[in-house]
């Protein structure tokens, strides 16, 4: 096995092979770099390689796959609760993403990062993450409309819940014992405070929910998959 004496080993999971060609390129370019890059194509890559090396970070690329990228999701939450100190750093696939698991897990990950940034700017805060363990990205200040939008509440969350699990309105209404049109009403406030605007962006938001725990823990209910 290759040795890199002196650096902190640093794990990418990149299911695409061309955008792992592309970090490969981006991170390890640096020779005086203090961190020895491993790239996998998948999870279980990873899990493999970690009996053998105890890694300081670990990025998890989300696909575009939704079973891809739920997969990464729970083995980022896996790896809060069974490495707590290795920095955990997700790179979501647009703006749009990376805000949802803002929103939604705002404790659980050290670094939510979009790939849609300029290469440099990407390396950049790849970077400045590892450096500070995870505190390189700028706290925003929340005013109360922010703060009002970005919480879900008990009857949103489990409408998302339900809605994950493959459950259509018609079912939850029944699940939940509220009239199909008040589900209906609730579901669209959850769109707009989740900012979405399709049933799309509403499925990758409550996959969000399930995968990830909120700073209240309420996302790890297990009753809604039965």
Do not use: W
């Not at 990025?59 to 083995?75: A, G, K, N, P």
């Not at 707590?84 to 939510?112: D, H, M, W, Y």
């Amino acid at each position: 096995m290759e040795k890199h004496p002196g650096k902190q080993h640093v794990a990418i999971v990149e299911p695409c092979v061309m955008a792992g060609v592309g970090l490969r390129h981006l991170l390890s370019s640096s020779a005086r770099s203090t961190y020895a890059f491993h790239f996998f194509h998948s999870i279980d890559e990873l899990r493999q390689s970690m009996s053998a090396i105890e890694y300081f970070a670990v990025i998890c690329c989300l696909s575009d796959i939704r079973e891809l990228r739920l997969e990464s999701l729970l083995f980022q939450d896996e790896i809060a609760n069974s490495r707590p100190v290795t920095l955990r750093i997700i790179l979501g696939g647009n703006a749009k993403e990376v805000e949802l698991i803002k929103q939604l897990s705002p404790t659980l990950v050290n670094g939510v990062l979009s790939k849609t940034e300029s290469l440099p700017c990407l390396k950049s805060m790849i970077m400045d993450l590892l450096k500070n363990g995870g505190a390189g990205q700028p706290v925003q200040e929340e005013n109360v409309i922010t703060v009002h939008h970005r919480y879900l509440s008990p009857t949103e969350r489990a409408i998302l819940r339900y809605m994950t699990c493959g459950y259509s309105l018609t079912d939850i209404a029944t699940r939940l014992e509220r009239n199909i049109k008040t589900i209906r009403a609730h579901k669209f406030n959850a769109m707009a405070k989740l900012g979405v605007n399709s049933d799309i962006g509403l499925l990758s938001a409550a996959d969000l929910l399930m995968s990830l725990p909120d700073r209240y823990g309420l996302s790890n209910d297990t009753h809604y998959a039965q």
